[in-house]
């Protein structure tokens, strides 16, 4: 009976090891090291201002060094390379004051996207990459219902509740979480290619969507779709925002699970 309980905590040692180890640490802690910036006037690779930072073991998105209002240099920090089937996890909180001439909406306010083109096919004066985006917002000082986790899609649509879905941003339940100024929050997004996509914040799922494509009226789609991408989102890339908030992030980290999608297949 020992000897196949001693088996047992082994296995179980052993397995959770092996599932621990399938996390990808996106962020180092240490530097920018497998990430790339663009930033809207400015080339691939420009980090503009130090927007994309790391200091005291975190990853900063900050606008101290912008000299004058902030207009409009939305700013994305891209994850090298290309996914379809994984859940991401992000530990973030927002913190400070909006930057001088960021847009209203865009206070406490930044995202995780997901299935999203390269930064090399980004216009120099593109805003936005075309992707969706699983937001990630704090509650604002007048106390209203302002949840994470939502959707925005930027070029794209999707289905959700079974239905083609076309507004910019989804709404959501009034039982969504809404995070204190200041208060770290764990994002999550699982992808499951062209299939399904849910959200989770702090554990808790704020919203599930199927089936996402390019949008054929967008104009930023509309030039991917002549340069040959395929409509349906089965796969792309991952990145941050710098839309005027000030950010941290601890822990930005990927669990691949296109080895479990293949062995479903089997």
Not at 108 to 114: D, E, I, P, Q, S
Not at 145 to 170: D, E, F, I, Q, S
Not at 211 to 238: C, F, N, Q, W, Y
Request: overall charge negative; charged content about 25%; aromatic content about 10%.
């Amino acid at each position: 009976m020992l000897f196949r309980l001693l088996l047992f905590i082994a296995f179980f040692a052993a397995t959770s090891t092996t599932q621990a180890e399938e996390w990808i640490q996106l962020f180092n802690g240490k530097d920018l090291t497998g990430w790339t910036p663009k930033i809207r006037g400015e080339k691939v690779g420009v980090n503009f201002a130090d927007t994309f930072r790391v200091e005291e073991g975190l990853l900063k998105v900050r606008f101290d060094k912008y000299e004058g209002p902030y207009r409009g240099k939305m700013g994305h920090l891209f994850y090298n390379g290309t996914f379809s089937h994984y859940r991401l996890r992000a530990e973030c909180r927002s913190v400070g004051k909006q930057v001088e001439g960021g847009p209203d909406w865009g206070i406490r306010n930044n995202g995780l996207l997901v299935h999203g083109q390269t930064p090399q096919s980004m216009g120099l004066d593109q805003v936005f990459p075309v992707s969706l985006e699983a937001q990630l917002l704090s509650g604002l000082d007048d106390g209203k219902h302002r949840p994470a986790g939502n959707l925005c899609t930027p070029g794209t649509n999707v289905h959700l509740n079974g239905k083609l879905y076309t507004p910019h941003c989804a709404k959501l339940e009034p039982t969504a979480e809404t995070i204190k100024h200041g208060e770290w929050m764990t994002l999550e997004v699982e992808v499951h290619g062209h299939e399904v996509i849910r959200h989770f914040v702090n554990g808790k799922q704020t919203i599930e969507y199927t089936h996402p494509m390019l949008d054929e009226k967008d104009v930023d789609a509309k030039r991917l779709l002549k340069e040959g991408a395929d409509k349906k989102l089965s796969k792309g890339t991952i990145c941050i925002q710098a839309e005027s908030a000030p950010f941290d992030f601890r822990e930005i980290e990927l669990l691949d699970l296109t080895k479990k999608t293949e062995s479903n297949d089997n």
